[in-house]
């Protein structure tokens, strides 16, 4: 072992004092581990001078390292030999550690410190302390770097009294001394009652922390549903606004249709009225050249043959001129289309007042919350009247009592076929009221076997498998209760919360700051499980019955 020793000082670094990691030799001939040197050269690049810190020499510029292979190898030679060559529990005291005070050379780790000597001992020194009855009444603590702040600096002595008059540690001379008739206790009866008040004080700081963790998921929340709330404005915003522009753009083609098809009736009309009057300007034309030819005949008796032979001139499909009216034309369409425009614009103008009121109007409640209720009368508050679902009540349950009552029966009873029932052995039901905000409510069974309370997403499996089942997912929170024993499941984990009966099980539910507790209910309420998480869906209460036919499960009238 001595040899080991001196060879560990030889292998070790003057800078760290410790064994060589990535060792380097300079010109000068001495070693030293790579990064401490690096360190050391760096603190004295201001003097642009790099020596050595053993010997002092001088080395510029600044050399660059290389590693020592040889020297690299023979630390790990040694750490293998000291691996084997000392027991595990032999570790050598760091900066951090705390060293035996009792070790010679390079002192080893502390096991315990002795409130008593005012010593650190590692497990070799230790060893009295545990063989000889002499250090009996010695305190042994876990090692520490503090043991004179024990010492009394006025008389060199324990102090294992503390005075709750001036509050502070003392020795027992100050007792009879400056300390004369103050309330003084022993230092461990005074860690007694202050470790009372610390548990206290830890208790407090852990139910704010569980306040304020659940008020941090509860703005979590609100954040999720706000943006998902915009999310849905904006998409319904722009398919409004969409189907307002498509019935906009419509009404603009049905109009400009009929415009064009009104112009292309009375463009007809007109053209109709045109191709007739020149059709009766070519004939007068041509009647008024046989005219004018006649009229140039000097044979008389020609002339009066000729004209004896003429055709009578047809009458005028016309009256004598055609009398067009000042018309406006289209402008009359135009204008009601003006017109529309102009009572839109004031409706959009009017209502979009409205629509910027109720975007400006959204907002979030950041005010403290109601205090949760303690006492049954406080519960009552929030009760809520919960009626059982038809459609989902499974065949061998039947419902009375104005649907509050479920009654577990040897027979099927004869329900219609529908997709939310709970089928096979599963015999559960849900109720017809969502639950939302904060609710209350309880449960009261009978008869032998168990009874599960429960709250669930609408979503819960109906049939197959048991993820049907109350509390066997994700999707359900639930409490068993049997003859001589309660336990809470979710997700197919399971807690005992009590080993006494309970008959009727009081269930309160703050949806949106993610709480859910169960009560035993009698003349007191005693809680039995809490729940604190985040409800992403509406929830609904359930309640099955898995016990023998005659049990009955009844949502209480609260008063």
């Known amino acids: 072992m001595a040899g080991v020793q001196l060879q560990r000082e030889t292998l070790s670094c003057s800078i760290c004092l410790d064994l060589l990691k990535d060792p380097v030799t300079l010109t000068c001939g001495h070693s030293f581990c790579k990064n401490c040197i690096k360190n050391h050269w760096d603190s004295e690049q201001q003097r642009r001078i790099y020596s050595c810190p053993q010997c002092r020499e001088d080395f510029t510029p600044r050399p660059d390292l290389k590693k020592n292979t040889m020297l690299a190898d023979l630390v790990e030679e040694l750490k293998k030999t000291e691996l084997h060559a000392a027991p595990a529990h032999h570790c050598y005291a760091g900066a951090e550690d705390v060293a035996c005070d009792f070790c010679t050379g390079r002192k080893l780790k502390a096991l315990k410190s002795c409130l008593f000597c005012l010593a650190s001992y590692c497990e070799e020194h230790l060893q009295p302390h545990h063989q000889s009855p002499a250090f009996k009444k010695h305190k042994l603590v876990e090692p520490s770097k503090n043991l004179q702040e024990n010492i009394c600096p006025r008389h060199d002595k324990m102090m294992d009294l503390f005075c709750r008059t001036d509050q502070q540690c003392i020795c027992y001379l100050c007792s009879v001394e400056e300390h004369k008739d103050h309330d003084t206790v022993s230092a461990a009866a005074e860690r007694t009652h ?102 140039l005949t000097h044979d008389h008796n020609q002339f009066l043959l000729n004209y004896r032979s003429l055709s009578a001139l047809s009458p005028s499909t ?10 406006r034309h289209f402008e009359d369409g135009t204008a009601a289309v003006a ?68 009654t577990l029966m040897d027979k099927y009873q004869s329900y219609p076929h529908h997709t939310d029932r709970f089928t096979g052995y599963y015999r559960q039901v ?33 049939s197959g498998s048991d993820e049907c089942v109350f509390g066997y997912n994700d999707k359900s929170w639930a409490l068993d209760c049997e003859q001589n024993k309660c336990q809470f499941v979710h997700n197919r984990i399971w807690t005992d919360v009590s080993d006494v009966k309970v008959s009727r099980v009081g269930v309160y539910l703050d949806h949106r700051a993610g709480l859910l507790s169960f009560y035993r209910v009698s003349d007191t309420m005693t809680l039995l499980h809490i729940v604190q998480t985040t409800f992403y869906q509406t929830l609904y209460a359930g309640v099955g019955l898995y016990s023998s036919s005659g049990a009955t499960a009844e949502f209480c009238k609260l008063k």
């Open 194 to 295: 202050k470790q009372k008040d610390l548990d206290l004080s830890r208790e407090e700081v852990q139910q704010r922390l569980r306040d304020r963790d659940r008020d941090v998921k509860v703005l979590q929340q609100e954040r999720k549903t706000l943006t998902l709330s915009a999310d849905k404005a904006m998409k319904d915003t722009d398919k409004s606004f969409t189907e307002m522009m498509g019935l906009l753009q419509k009404r603009s083609s049905d109009v400009k249709q009929q415009i064009r098809s009104k112009l292309e009736t009375e463009v007809r009309r007109v053209t109709d009225a045109e191709e007739k009057l020149q059709q009766e300007i070519t004939e007068l034309k041509k009647r008024e050249a046989e005219l004018k030819q006649l009229s």
């Open 318 to 327: 016309h009256s004598s001129t055609i009398n067009v009216r000042p018309l």
């Open 339 to 406: 017109k529309l425009r102009g009572q839109l614009q004031d409706v959009l103008t009017e209502t979009w007042t409205n629509v910027s009121l109720a975007v400006a109007e959204v907002d979030v409640l950041l005010t403290e919350p109601e205090p949760e209720p303690k006492t049954r009368a406080e519960f009552f508050r929030y009760s809520q009247e919960i009626k059982l679902d038809p459609n989902t009540v499974n065949k061998q349950l039947l419902l009375s009592e104005g649907n509050r009552k479920v």
């Open 430 to 462: 849900l109720s017809k009221e969502s639950l939302t905000g904060r609710c209350y409510w309880e449960v009261e069974w009978t008869g032998r076997g168990g009874v599960c309370v429960a709250v669930t997403y609408k979503n819960i499996s109906r």
